[in-house]
C-alpha cells in the first residue's frame, strides 16, 4: 500500500501513514493542535493550514467545500476532519 508522509508544523512531528488515511485519524494520536467539534463538516473548528502538499490531498467535497466558503478559508485551508492524505503533506492548525 502508498504510504505518505503527513507533517505536523505545528508540534514538529512528521508521521508515515497509508495513502488515504484521514487527517482527523492521525492528529489526534499524535497530539496536534488540531481542535474537533462535529467532525462531520459542518462546524469548521478542524480548519487546517496546508503548508505544502495540497495536491497530495483528497479534493474536497461539496459539504467541506461549502463549509470552507462560510468561513471565509483561504485556497490553502482544509477541514481536517475531512482530508485524506494521498502523498506527502505539511499541515497546521489554522485556529
Ligand atoms: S470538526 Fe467540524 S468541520 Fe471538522
Given amino acids: 500500500m502508498a504510504k505518505a508522509i503527513l507533517t505536523f508544523a505545528d ?3 512528521s508521521v508515515t501513514v497509508p495513502a488515504g488515511t ?3 485519524e492521525v492528529s489526534e494520536k499524535v ?3 488540531i481542535v ?3 467532525r462531520e463538516s459542518d462546524c ?3 480548519l487546517t493550514e496546508v503548508i505544502s502538499g495540497m495536491e497530495n490531498l483528497s479534493e474536497p467535497s ?3 467545500r ?3 466558503a462560510e468561513h471565509k478559508a483561504g485556497a490553502n485551508m482544509r477541514l481536517a476532519c475531512q482530508t485524506l492524505v494521498l502523498g506527502d503533506a505539511t499541515i ?3 485556529i
Fill in 11 to 13: 508540534i514538529g512531528v
Fill in 22 to 24: 484521514r487527517i482527523i
Fill in 31 to 33: 497530539g496536534a493542535g
Fill in 36 to 38: 474537533y467539534g462535529c
Fill in 44 to 46: 469548521g473548528t478542524c
Fill in 62 to 64: 461539496p459539504i467541506e
Fill in 66 to 68: 461549502a463549509t470552507l
Fill in 92 to 94: 497546521k492548525p489554522a
